[in-house]
């Protein structure tokens, strides 16, 4: 969500960034129906004003007994109160019409966002870790996983297309990675873990920017709940319609979920295997903070999620997305993206944003000194994945996979797999 006064005071400035993103220029049309907005709350103001002013003129007549002159006040009043009501109907009407355009923008990017039309504008930042050198052509994952408990056929015949059925040491593995993400980033990064629901309102989900625009990307229920596309939305509306203290902040949230997306447009995308589900689990990263506190908070979630590969003894990149590859929300985003020797390629594993205040205003999640009255401004709010859980087990059983066919735990894990170290091919 904009802030309209940002819009009345820079509008070439606020069209500007929406072209780095794409966007068609907006602040004329805004500022066109703004415009009639406070004209309209002008007369509004007038009328109210007229009316209290008659009124105390009314009872000064009557005082006085001049019930003549009270009549000729009184029917004034009667003409101004029939007149406010639609005047305030206009009012809500275009509230209402400013309100929805804001809502249909994306998030304006920061200064130090890259130009670009899409992915091929990204930056690589860093690389860390050394790509596997195996003595034999290594396999994508799928491949391996149906060797060790991987059964696309029977998520097909329960569920459709893009679930999927792990079983026996497989299925554990899975779990052990969710495990050892939620411990690490809890024990370790300062995130508390929090148990959220898996539906949300629509007013959750407008918050943090799915809704309107994204609503095909969802699962809606029948009884107009949607099913969350990640914890995201649960964690970072616990702050909504809420007055949070400044010295409360940063927050810092975690959730391991099961999450759930429709996959709209990525028809002929990642079919096969486990990279692209409707239905997966991912450790999520929240923090709620003041503006001045988010560039470090950015950039400590960066590493609370890259430490989990590096543990994992996983290659990847940190990458900057340009203005034309960034989500809906986030005005600045670093992906994360992890080697896959089988795809000889990398992928996204983690994507991580900083949103501003755009989600703190569509929440209307505010913060203050302690004792104050009034509050500072918004909350910022970051998020990002720490990490999906099945592409990590994805990128293990590529990256640790051997000549036959069976695929080395990484040592972080042992200890969630009762000493198993091995997956072994049945």
């Not at 007994?65 to 009549?71: C, G, H, I, L, T």
């Not at 809502?103 to 899409?118: Q, S």
């Amino acid at each position: 969500m904009h802030d309209i006064k940002q819009l009345r005071t820079d509008p070439e400035g606020f069209d500007a960034g929406l072209a780095r993103r794409g966007a068609a220029p907006a602040s004329a049309s805004i500022l066109a129906i703004d415009a009639r907005l406070r004209s309209v709350q002008t007369e509004l103001q007038a009328v109210l004003a007229r009316r209290n002013d008659l009124s105390r003129a009314v009872g000064t007549a009557k005082a006085a007994k001049d019930e003549a002159k009270a009549a000729e006040l009184m029917a004034e009043v009667a003409a101004l109160k029939d007149a406010i009501p639609g005047l305030e109907a206009q009012e809500r009407g275009f509230s209402v019409e400013i309100d929805a355009a804001l809502a249909a923008l994306p998030n304006i990017p920061a200064a130090d966002v890259p130009e670009g039309a899409d992915e091929t504008g990204n930056i690589v930042v860093k690389a860390v870790g050394a790509k596997p050198d195996f003595a034999f052509k290594p396999l994508e994952h799928d491949v391996v996983a149906a060797r060790l408990g991987y059964d696309p056929d029977a998520a097909a015949k329960i569920a459709g297309a893009r679930f999927a059925v792990l079983q026996g040491p497989l299925a554990r593995l899975h779990r052990a990675l969710g495990q050892y993400m939620i411990d690490v980033q809890t024990e370790k990064h300062g995130y508390s873990e929090t148990a959220v629901p898996l539906l949300v309102r629509p007013e959750a989900a407008f918050g943090t920017g799915q809704l309107p625009k994204f609503e095909e990307d969802l699962f809606k229920t029948t009884d107009g709940r949607y099913l969350i596309p990640t914890a995201e939305v649960s964690l970072t509306n616990l702050v909504r319609d809420s007055i949070v203290d400044e010295d409360a902040l940063p927050l810092r949230l975690t959730a391991l979920t099961p999450c759930f997306r429709s996959e709209a447009g990525s028809a002929g995308r990642d079919t096969r295997g486990l990279i692209r589900q409707h239905q997966f689990e991912k450790c999520e990263l929240v923090a709620i903070c003041t503006p001045e506190q988010a560039a470090a908070e950015h950039e400590h979630m960066l590493r609370s999620a890259e430490t989990i590969l590096e543990n994992l003894g996983l290659p990847y990149r940190r990458m900057l997305l340009c203005t034309g590859d960034m989500g809906f929300a986030a005005r600045k985003t670093f992906d994360l993206e992890v080697w896959l020797p089988g795809q000889n390629a990398y992928r996204e594993i983690s994507s991580i944003s900083d949103c501003g205040d755009f989600q703190g205003r569509r929440m209307a999640a505010r913060y203050r000194t302690r004792g104050e009255k009034g509050s500072k401004g918004f909350v910022n709010t970051l998020n990002g994945s720490g990490l999906a859980v099945g592409r990590t087990l994805v990128a293990v059983i590529e990256n640790h996979q051997q000549p036959d066919g069976s695929v080395r735990i990484p040592q972080v894990l042992h200890g969630y797999m009762g000493g198993v170290t091995e997956l072994t091919p049945s």
